[in-house]
């Protein structure tokens, strides 16, 4: 724990106050400061008392007016005030398990922390948590909470988690569900283990706790699983079941609550051979990072954003993106030289050989795949589009460390970079867009 203060942000109230660097800080309005989230809760009021700690053990107290919500301004060693909390199990479905030798350092740490899903939408299976911190998840009413579920069946939740005692974040769930903190779900479904029955079971257990939402997600599986658990993939036929089981309940849930509650992954139908369903069936696209609704949001927003082109003359380009994905991104370059029948386009599918051709997503295309087989290709477009979620968050790298400028380098074309949004697909496409290399 460190709640030592780094720096002070110019002009904050807590510079106007007095706060000085180096001092820790003990506690707002007399309650204890562990970490960032007591932190964010009790900072929030418009006059505090900051208890700080000098370096030679003394103690003094200031107080502070400021705006209701604006934060103080101090800053601390990490992010958390604390270190980030590994996770404790050993899932069998676990994909950082399933990662080849060589590659970065924090590919291979796998996170459990609950504040990260309170900050950031991780998702948590709550076996890290202590009675103390979840009962101060009740008594702050920290909402909405992230949850991976996989099963509510304890042995089977046991198993699948690799842990002897992750039955027990089951009656967290139900303290939770009964102290009205909203959670949202996430199960990955794997065929023979957390299927059929036992799906059923979970999707009527977390009906009965009260989840706010729950996606249904394919497990992933990579060609690095020596030593794992054997795991069969979810092919057309499973897909095809686990949309039925879950638009069963969905259904019910709109009944019953208004709200369906239970959502698949835009990967069991492109699994399923399924159209996509229409958008009121995501009501509010509140699974959307988890991939569910993300291709039919992307579909209404470009379609949308088409409608303000006015010129498709632009240079050619060529599309990179996953297996999965690439017919429905096909089809959205249709739709746009429908409208501009000059446009000169083509979406190319980079099968996965880095992490195992299981693998879809281009979320996990690397950047020496990409190399490998546009090289081959007879022709290219005057520039090559890629999307962001193939990127590291915030920067131009990609899984395999393949930069951004090398991927230019080595096909002789400049990249420019989609975020994952209809709308900028389209600016991508007509050349709108600031972000070519």
């Known amino acids: 724990m460190s709640t030592v203060i780094t720096s002070i942000d ?24 562990i970490d960032v989230l007591d932190y964010r809760f009790y900072c929030y009021d418009p006059v505090l008392r900051v208890e700080l700690g000098g370096e030679d053990g003394s103690t003094r107290t200031l107080k502070v007016k400021k705006y209701e919500g604006q934060d103080l301004g101090l800053n601390f060693d990490t992010y958390l005030m604390d270190e980030p909390r590994p996770c404790s199990n050993h899932c069998v479905f676990c994909f950082v398990d399933q990662m080849p030798p060589g590659m970065r350092d924090t590919l291979y740490f796998k996170d459990d922390d609950a504040r990260l899903s309170f900050l950031i939408g991780n998702y948590i299976t709550l076996t890290n948590l202590t009675e103390r911190e979840a009962q101060r998840i009740i008594d702050l009413r920290i909402s909405p909470i992230n949850v991976s579920v996989q099963a509510t069946e304890p042995q089977l939740r046991r198993t699948l988690l690799g842990n002897k005692d992750a039955a027990i974040s089951l009656d967290y769930m139900r303290a939770f569900g009964e102290a009205g903190i909203e959670m949202n779900g996430q199960i990955v479904v794997c065929p023979g283990w957390n299927d059929g029955e036992h799906l059923r079971r979970t999707i009527e257990d977390l009906m009965d706790i009260g989840f706010h939402s729950c996606s249904i997600v394919p497990v992933g599986l990579t060609k690095y699983r020596k030593g794992l658990a054997k795991l069969p993939p979810v092919d057309r036929e499973k897909a095809i079941e686990i949309i039925d089981t879950v638009d069963e309940y969905g259904a019910i849930c709109k009944e019953r609550y208004g709200t369906r509650r239970f959502f698949c992954a835009d990967e069991l139908y492109l699994k399923a ?73 083509e979406v190319v599918a980079i099968v996965n050989d880095f992490f195992g051709e299981l693998i879809t997503v281009s979320g996990l295309v690397t950047g020496q795949d990409i190399i490998k087989q546009l090289s081959k290709r007879e022709t290219l477009g005057e520039r090559i589009i890629i999307p962001a979620n193939m990127l590291r968050h915030g920067e131009g790298i990609f899984l395999d460390d393949v930069t951004l400028p090398q991927l230019s380098e080595a096909l002789g074309r400049p990249v420019a970079v989609s975020e994952t949004d209809g709308y900028s697909l389209v600016d991508t496409i007509f050349a709108k867009g600031e972000d070519t290399l």
Do not use: C, W
């Not at 992307?298 to 017919?327: K, W």
């Open 10 to 33: 110019e002009g904050s109230p807590a510079e106007k106050a007095g706060v000085r660097v180096g001092e820790k800080l003990l506690k707002l309005n007399g309650h204890e400061i």
């Open 273 to 345: 051979g399924r159209p996509l369903p229409d958008e009121d069936y995501y009501e509010d696209f509140q699974q959307l990072e988890n991939g569910v609704g993300m291709l039919r949001s992307t579909m209404n927003e470009f379609l949308s954003g088409l409608e303000d082109v006015e010129d498709g003359d632009v240079p050619s380009f060529t599309i990179a993106t996953g297996v999965a994905a690439a017919p429905f991104i096909e089809r959205l370059v249709d739709a746009a030289r429908e409208r501009f029948p000059q446009l000169r386009g």
